[in-house]
């Protein structure tokens, strides 16, 4: 049949590519007048969105910002983030999320790398950027200033008019990685990249339009942005925002805006467990429960499907290069598989390997390696750590996991993280889980701290919940592991080092120990 199409074109039609502002176009033109996001006093249809989007990319050419300039964003939650994103990549430009909680010195590193010509920052951040030593001559706008009176503008500017030349192989972002092991890297995000990564996040973790979702883990990371909010957005979902994971607010609005769609770190799911007035709040439209970053306590687990057993766990684990959802289990998953981080999604190939790249049997030890079409390009500015992170053909995740014959991973540790105690190579989770086991114990991380006799010594931080001593600590570990496993050093302290998703800085501890 000839339908006279030549050279891939049709007579009439502009073949485009899917970016990220066309796609969420498309869902406002199919279901222009249904909620899109609620924050605060402010509720924006599709419809809404998507002008909104439209005339914030048109103020941001206003001052000048052109296709390939870094946009940095310097906010805590709120609808407004959300638009910007959405209004920086639909102009060509890359969006720089910054973590609201970075004071001066460590906002100089991000700043300085990206270069951004301009930073939207709420109001009161506004002086942080001022006292960095390299940065504070930086062009700053304000969220609710600039970005709100665009937004809200009510010149006509006619949404059939294409504005903006943007192909789905531009960058689209620079995701900066959490930094638990090193410094901070930005990683390389194109249109291309995300949109397959949206398409894993909706098969694999069932996102629908008929979800009510709760977002309050910050949105300048990958995984409340890119998992939940985007894809959400995608297929047509309702969305609360909230500017912080308080479990009374949290457990308020599950009740009042019959929340069917939540995700949280481990440790916000364990304070929702542990709340009092747990079992007063009507949470019966609850059906999905969204975790990472870290292992869920299975009393924590068992407490929470008690209470409502009709909700569905998953566990999603990931990291910031791809996007950052790698894998996921599933509910009907959990009981056959406990402490597993599940399967790859629909767009990730995995592998688990050697040191020397040689693919493990299964059940083995090895570092889980990707090949995806949502895998980022490489690191900004840094050539060298690219080529290293690609060597091979594959990226090298820097997690050491064992997979079984049917795929399910489990995540024993970060290669950076293994600690060389006396030429003999210990994994820190199996000192974790041993020192886990005491019932005084709240949270623990183990590191190796630099040893002359041993090469590394084994240090560990304890969070306790009633009184425990080193000494008592030493012990339980040395009848139960061999002795070249047993900590030379135990701290009791008031609380772990965290990153925004939950994960434990053991760079910090590292440092601390050192110190010490």
């Known amino acids: 049949m000839n339908l006279g199409v030549e050279d891939g074109e049709r007579t009439g039609v502009i073949m485009r590519s899917s970016t990220i502002a066309e796609a969420v176009h498309r869902t406002a033109a199919r279901i222009p007048h249904r909620t899109a996001i609620v924050f605060d006093e402010r509720e924006w249809s599709y419809q809404e969105l998507d002008k909104a989007i439209t005339l914030i990319s048109l103020g941001l050419q206003e001052q000048g910002v052109e296709k390939g300039d870094r946009i940095a964003a310097?906010?805590?939650?709120?609808?407004?983030?959300?638009?910007?994103?959405?209004?920086?990549?639909?102009?060509?430009?890359?969006?720089?999320?910054?973590?609201?909680?970075?004071?001066?010195?460590?906002?100089?590193?991000?700043?300085?790398?990206?270069?951004?010509?301009?930073?939207?920052?709420?109001r009161e951040l506004t002086d942080e950027i001022k006292r960095t030593s390299a940065n504070s001559h930086r062009r700053v706008l304000q969220f609710e200033e600039e970005i709100l009176t665009w937004a809200l503008s009510e010149e006509h500017h006619p949404m059939e008019r294409d504005e903006f030349d943007v192909d789905d192989t531009d960058v689209a972002q620079l995701l900066y990685t959490s930094g638990t092991t090193s410094a901070p890297k930005g990683a390389i995000m194109t249109h291309r990249a995300l949109m397959y990564h949206y398409m894993s996040c909706i098969q694999g973790l069932d996102i629908k339009e008929s979800d009510r979702a709760l977002h309050s883990l910050p949105l300048y990371h990958s995984a409340q942005m890119h998992v939940f909010m985007l894809p959400a957005l995608l297929v047509g979902g309702w969305n609360k925002v909230l500017p912080a994971p308080i479990p009374d607010v949290v457990l308020k609005t599950m009740e009042e805006d019959e929340i069917t769609s939540f995700f949280a770190a481990p440790t916000v799911w364990v304070s929702l467990a542990n709340h009092p007035e747990l079992t007063a709040w009507n949470l019966g439209k609850l059906r999905k429960a969204y975790y990472g970053a870290s292992i869920m306590p299975g009393p924590i687990l068992e407490r929470l499907q008690n209470h409502l057993p009709e909700l569905g766990f998953y566990n999603v684990f990931g990291q910031s290069e791809m996007g950052p959802a790698c894998t996921v289990l599933r509910p009907e998953e959990h009981a056959e598989h406990p402490g597993s981080a599940g399967r790859?999604?629909?767009?990730?190939?995995?592998?688990?390997?050697?040191?020397?790249?040689?693919?493990?049997?299964?059940?083995?030890?090895?570092?889980?390696?990707?090949?995806?079409?949502?895998?980022?390009?490489?690191?900004?500015?840094?050539?060298?750590?690219?080529?290293?992170?690609?060597?091979?053909?594959?990226?090298?995740?820097?997690?050491?996991?064992?997979?079984?014959?049917?795929?399910?991973?489990?995540?024993?540790?970060?290669?950076?993280?293994?600690i060389n105690t006396g030429g003999v190579l210990v994994a820190s989770r199996e000192i974790e889980d041993c020192i886990y086991k005491l019932p005084q114990v709240a949270e623990v991380a183990a590191v190796g701290v630099p040893d002359e006799k041993w090469i590394e010594a084994v240090a560990v931080f304890v969070v306790v919940k009633s009184p425990i001593t080193p000494d008592e600590i030493i012990q339980h570990v040395k009848d139960n592991l061999a002795n070249f496993k047993v900590p030379k050093r135990v701290e009791i302290v008031e609380e772990l080092p965290r990153n925004a998703s939950g994960k434990i800085l053991k760079r910090q501890l590292r440092e601390a120990a050192r110190i010490r």
Not at 83 to 97: C, D, E, M, Q, T
Not at 365 to 380: D, H, K, M, N, T
Request: one cysteine or more; a negative charge; glycine letters at 8%.
């Open 74 to 122: 310097y906010g805590r939650n709120s609808d407004l983030y959300v638009l910007l994103f959405f209004a920086a990549v639909k102009i060509g430009a890359i969006h720089v999320p910054v973590n609201f909680q970075l004071k001066a010195g460590e906002l100089d590193y991000i700043l300085t790398d990206s270069d951004p010509v301009l930073i939207i920052a709420d």
């Open 344 to 418: 790859p999604l629909l767009f990730v190939e995995a592998q688990v390997v050697d040191s020397e790249g040689n693919r493990v049997p299964p059940g083995e030890l090895g570092e889980i390696v990707y090949r995806s079409p949502q895998l980022c390009l490489g690191y900004w500015n840094k050539p060298e750590a690219t080529a290293e992170a690609f060597s091979g053909g594959w990226f090298h995740s820097g997690d050491l996991v064992k997979q079984d014959e049917d795929g399910y991973i489990e995540v024993i540790d970060r290669v950076k993280d293994v």
